[in-house]
Nanobody, 113 residues
Framework: QVQLVESGGGLVQSGGSLRLSCTAS????????LAWYRQAPGKEREWLGASRLDDDPTYADSVKGRFTISRDVAKNTMYLKMNNLTPDDTAVYYC???????WGQGTQVTVSS
């Protein structure tokens, strides 16, 4: 069983940047696809992008060009670098193992105007 833990969230001003981390423990070497999602208050959970071990990251159109996904296989960690943040980016950010219902607990990102 693989456990996912997100970190790096916090309060940032509009226009600022944050880098989130998603660290996998357990049988983490078996994980090929890790994905980032977010859920804003009153909205459905939104897919942001995914990291695959055998291909380039993919992104939702809504964040392409502002968000960057990277992966450190040795540390079993995936990152989400977010630039030029706006209040619309305020949400709880989650990572998930692709093709499963295995989610992390989420990390809150709040962007002030």
């Amino acid at each position: 069983q693989v456990q996912l833990v997100e970190s790096g969230g916090g309060l940032v001003q509009s226009g600022g940047s944050l880098r989130l981390s998603c660290t996998a423990s357990g049988q983490a070497t078996m994980v090929n696809v890790l994905a980032w999602y977010r859920q804003a208050p009153g909205k459905e959970r939104e897919w942001l992008g995914a990291s695959r071990l055998d291909d380039d990251p993919t992104y939702a159109d809504s964040v392409k060009g502002r968000f960057t996904i990277s992966r450190d296989v040795a540390k079993n960690t995936m990152y989400l670098k977010m630039n030029n943040l706006t209040p619309d980016d305020t949400a709880v950010y989650y990572c998930k193992i692709g093709g499963t219902n295995n989610w992390g607990q989420g990390t809150q990102v709040t962007v002030s105007s």
